[in-house]
C-alpha cells in the first residue's frame, strides 16, 4: 500500500468548515484513498473513501486532485465531537490483503 | 446494538501471565481483523479471518499470541507469558466480502492491556 504523509496536528472553530490534507504521491492506480477517525479511547470509524472522483457522505466530503497525489478530507461545519485524530490510508480496495495501514494521523482540534 | 463488540474492555495482568480477549463481530461479517496500538500511534495489523480461516499473520504476531475464529463468527486472542512491551489497545474489526470486492472495516471499541 502506498505511503500517507498528513501534517501532525491542525485546529479550526468550531461551526468553520476543517479541510484535512493528506499527501500520496506513489498512490497507485487501482488504490483508493479511505479516511477513518479515531475519538479518544474509542476504535477508528470509517468516514469516507474514493478512487478519483470527487465523494460526499452525511459526514464529510472528499477531493482527490486529478493527478491523485494529494486528497482533503472536508468536514463542513466542525462540532467539538470532531475533535480526533484522522486518518488517510491509501489501499487497493478488491483483493486478498485487506488490512488497513495505518500512520500517526492528523490530530484535529475544534475549538470553542 | 449491532455494532462489533470487545470485551473485557481493561485488563490488568502481571508480567507472565496469559490472557484471553473476545471479539464480537456484526453478525454478517464474514472477515474479522486484530490490531494492536500502543500511545501516540496509530492501529498496526495483528491477523486477520475469513470465516474460519486465518489468511494472514503479521510479524507483530509473535509465538506468544495466537488467535482463533472456530465457528466463524466469534474471535478469540490469546497472549501467553504477558511482557510489559504487549501493554497496548487491542482493536477487532470486521468487514463483508462478497466476491472479489470487500466494504470498509468496522471497529470495536478495543480492549485495553496493562501489563504490570
Known amino acids: 500500500d502506498a505511503k500517507t504523509t498528513q501534517p501532525t496536528s491542525m485546529d479550526c472553530a468550531e461551526g468553520r468548515a476543517a479541510n484535512l490534507p493528506c499527501n500520496h504521491s506513489?498512490?497507485?492506480?487501482?488504490?483508493?484513498v479511505y479516511w477513518y477517525r479515531q475519538i479518544h479511547s474509542q476504535g477508528p470509524q470509517y468516514i469516507i473513501h474514493?478512487?478519483?472522483n470527487n465523494e460526499t457522505n452525511e459526514m464529510a466530503s472528499l477531493i482527490i486532485t486529478e493527478d491523485r497525489k494529494s486528497s482533503t478530507l472536508i468536514l463542513p461545519h466542525a462540532t467539538l465531537r470532531d475533535t480526533a485524530v484522522y486518518y488517510c490510508?491509501?489501499?487497493?480496495?478488491?483483493?486478498?490483503?485487506?488490512?488497513?495501514?495505518f500512520g500517526k494521523g492528523i490530530t484535529l482540534s475544534v475549538r470553542p | 446494538d449491532t455494532g462489533v463488540s470487545q470485551d473485557p474492555r481493561h485488563k490488568i495482568t502481571k508480567r507472565g501471565q496469559n490472557v484471553t480477549f473476545r471479539c464480537d463481530p456484526i453478525?454478517?461479517?464474514?472477515?474479522l481483523y486484530w490490531y494492536r496500538q500502543t500511545l501516540g500511534q496509530g492501529p498496526e495489523f495483528l491477523t486477520y479471518?475469513?470465516?474460519?480461516?486465518?489468511?494472514?499473520k503479521s510479524r507483530l504476531l509473535s509465538d506468544r499470541f495466537s488467535a482463533e475464529r472456530p465457528k466463524g463468527s466469534f474471535s478469540t486472542l490469546e497472549i501467553q507469558r504477558t511482557e510489559q512491551g504487549d501493554s497496548a489497545m487491542y482493536l477487532c474489526?470486521?468487514?463483508?466480502?462478497?466476491?472479489?470486492?470487500?466494504?470498509?472495516?468496522?471497529f470495536g471499541p478495543g480492549t485495553r492491556l496493562t501489563v504490570l
Open positions: 506513489t498512490i497507485s492506480g487501482n488504490e483508493y
Open positions: 490510508i491509501v489501499r487497493v480496495r478488491d483483493g486478498a490483503n485487506s488490512k488497513l495501514t
Open positions: 474489526a470486521s468487514s463483508l466480502s462478497s466476491g472479489g470486492a470487500y466494504n470498509e472495516q468496522f
Open positions: 479471518f475469513q470465516n474460519e480461516a486465518q489468511l494472514e
Open positions: 453478525s454478517e461479517h464474514n472477515r
Open positions: 474514493g478512487l478519483k
